[in-house]
């Protein structure tokens, strides 16, 4: 590891990959907790639209993904708020239309593109500074918005109907957190690419659900081991020549069944409660209404 660290690559591969894992921690506890997994599934495979747009005009690739990941998202979100019953159809409809779309635009562009296979399997030791510039930018706007709208949050992922009842705009937090979603598949693209790109996003939060007992302690606990996945699968990769995206995934991919192996540590619930931050947040949902 201090051999890699030595390369200018391996520092920029290292950084990127704690600052995805630092977002999936946030994210991807709401998206586990909200349960819109297959949701964001569509986000992350429609946004390869943007990727087919910024390769035939020629525009930097991931401003143009995030502003088209961000529209996909806003569809998808009116979708399951208008249209619950079909929503997963419409969902699996945009999802293939955003790949469709990119591969027919990137087929449409003049000459070979070396990089296309990157945004679909990942290539975080090409991250540029520019890159990992936009990437702290995104990372910092997206925790600013959680932190502003924490408690609103807390409310509409553990019990949306009492929030709604309660005042809290449970329909402006929805389309928020797509959009947050959006953005958060836009910076984990550069780390395992868009097919692998929801592993990281759920693995994690799914094992510190397991043992956490409140959603700040879930984000925290999700955001950690996906920096030991990151750190320990850019390791493997460089030291086994392995492709580093799948190397990272594989090693979330032990650490959930070593999760799923080792039992749950039990404490006594509440009547009526429920497991780890759901009971938390069933507890404290009032409050951060209030």
Known sequence: MLEALTFDFFRNALYAGLLASLICGVIGSLVVVNRVVFLAGGIAHASYGGVGLAFY???PVLPVTAGFSTLSA??????TLTSRERADTVIGVLWAAGMALGIILIDMTPGYNADLMSYLFGSILAVPDSDLWL?????????LLVALFSRGLLAMSFDADFARSRGVPVRF????????????VVM???????????????IPPFIAERRAHSLPGMMLMAAVLSAVFCTVGLYLSYTLDLSCGATIIAVACVGFVTALAVPRRRVPEPPGGTDGPARAGHQSVEDGVA
């Open 57 to 59: 005009f020629g525009l």
């Open 74 to 79: 806003m569809a998808m979100a009116a979708v």
């Open 135 to 143: 990437m702290a930018v995104l990372c910092a706007a997206v925790l």
């Open 173 to 184: 937090l929805h389309f928020l957190l797509m959009g947050m979603i959006a953005l958060c």
């Open 188 to 202: 984990v693209i550069r780390v395992v690419g868009l097919i692998l790109v929801i592993a990281l996003l759920t």
